[in-house]
């Protein structure tokens, strides 16, 4: 645990303390997500209640993201790993301070991705480490009719124009 600790990308993070989320979904929209008083919401390009367990994966992939290895590199070149303007970056806060993940493209071997966090150090992770931030703007939209559990449910009355009925 103290090796996997030492490679984190954002060491000094914890996933509950994410605050705000800014990210471009798979459908190409420009999203952030905000936790106000423990619940995820979405505050552009829409508002409204956001998916919690789908954003809590991704603050918590963005947490616990570890380096898998590290490249040299010179100042200024980072298009050859798609870490230029071509990058997708993914941008979180915790208690109003800003972080920055830029994702890059696929490594020539192996099942890595490069990505930049906060420096201009090139390192590369697992890519499935990154998927749950793969993910359309209806997938991280809340989509639960009414808020509770399941376990919460005593009574159900359903009715259709032929008939209804009640589950208990």
């Known amino acids: 645990a103290g090796l996997e600790s030492a490679k984190r990308l954002f060491p000094d993070v914890d996933s509950g303390d994410i605050d705000a989320l800014a990210l471009t979904t798979t459908d ?4 952030r997500f905000e936790r106000r008083d423990g619940r995820w919401q979405i505050v552009s390009p829409i508002e409204g209640a956001g998916d919690g367990v789908a954003l809590d994966a991704i603050a918590g992939a963005l947490s616990q993201l570890v380096r898998a290895g590290s ?24 208690a109003g301070s800003g972080h920055a993940l830029r994702v890059g493209k696929a490594t020539p071997v192996g099942a890595n991705v490069y990505v930049s966090a906060e420096t201009t150090d090139v390192a590369y992770v697992e890519s499935f480490r990154l998927n749950a931030g793969k993910r359309s703007l209806d997938e991280l939209r809340e989509r639960r009719i009414v ?15 032929e008939e209804g009925g009640v589950f208990e």
């Open 28 to 31: 190409g929209r420009a999203a």
């Open 71 to 94: 490249v040299k590199t010179a100042p200024g070149d980072l298009a050859q790993f798609g870490l230029g303007d071509a990058a997708q970056v993914v941008r979180f806060e915790v």
């Open 147 to 161: 808020d509770l559990e399941a376990g919460d449910v005593e009574r159900l009355a359903v009715s259709w124009p």
